[in-house]
């Protein structure tokens, strides 16, 4: 089992940045690829980003690309998501997800992909 913790949202301005943690607990966290999504009420939850457990494989939306950047400190058993440039439309709960895989390579980007997910934080942006 593996325990995700996000950490981060909060309510800030168009343009602002933010920075959004996620801690894992459970098992070794060097062989999990992890991803954030993002969700609002009525929707579908989508993908932003992805890393493989190589640190240097990503994957990003075409609606974050550019703006954000995802990455992980296995020391720390933590993965981030720098939000710049922050749009109204960004605003949603957004969801870090694990999943464990061979390649250290692969960034898995669909939700039925992740095993394990944590309880969400809330990101508003105000225009």
């Known amino acids: 089992q593996v325990q995700l913790v996000e950490s981060g949202g909060g309510l800030v301005q168009a343009g602002d940045s933010l920075r959004l943690s996620c801690a894992a607990s459970g098992r070794t966290f060097s062989s999990y690829a992890m991803g954030w999504f993002r969700q609002t009420p009525g929707k579908e939850r989508e993908f932003a980003a992805a890393?493989?457990?190589?640190?240097?494989?990503?994957y990003y939306a075409d609606s974050v690309k550019g703006r954000f950047t995802i990455s992980r400190d296995d020391a720390k058993n933590t993965m981030y998501l720098q939000m710049n440039s922050l749009k109204p439309e960004d605003t949603a709960v957004y969801y870090c997800a694990a999943v464990r895989e061979a390649s250290p390579w692969s960034t898995p980007h669909l939700v039925g992909e992740y095993d394990y997910w944590g309880q969400g934080t809330q990101v508003t942006v105000s225009s």
């Open positions: 890393i493989g457990w190589d640190g240097s494989s990503k």
